[in-house]
């Protein structure tokens, strides 16, 4: 990896980051579309590379800040949690199976769908 591309995903982990303390996103919603669009990862190396930040705790310091403040439900998390481990497991077993063209499409709709509801939410 050279200087630039290492300063490049550097800040782009600093956004993705910075944006998922201040409003609860960014792997999928940021981080997947920058490294296929900006990086010329494949949809899939995206979305796997993408979902690797999970296995270490990286949101650690955010979730602290949060837990202080009583805006943590540690019962719904761990119930989160439990469901996203197969979830995450079922999910990716799908996703690889699918052609890039698919997965890059199926992707778009979800966030194209999950943006309108939310911009027309009351």
């Not at 778009?108 to 943006?115: P, R, Y």
Request: proline share 2%; charged share 10%; net charge positive.
């Amino acid at each position: 990896m050279d200087a630039t591309l290492i300063i490049g995903l550097i800040l782009l982990g600093l956004l993705a980051g910075y944006l998922s303390g201040l409003v609860g996103i960014g792997g999928g919603i940021v981080m997947v579309p920058v490294l296929v669009l900006l990086f010329g990862f494949t949809q899939h190396k995206a979305q796997g590379t993408t979902l690797a930040l999970l296995i270490l705790p990286v949101g650690i310091l955010g979730v602290m800040n949060y837990y202080k403040t009583g805006n943590v439900d540690i019962k719904t998390t761990l119930l989160l949690c439990a469901g996203f481990v197969l979830g995450s497991y079922l999910g990716s077993k799908t996703a690889i199976t699918l052609s890039q063209e698919m997965l890059r499409k199926v992707f778009a709709i979800l966030m194209l769908v999950v943006a309108v509801k939310m911009f027309f939410q009351k």
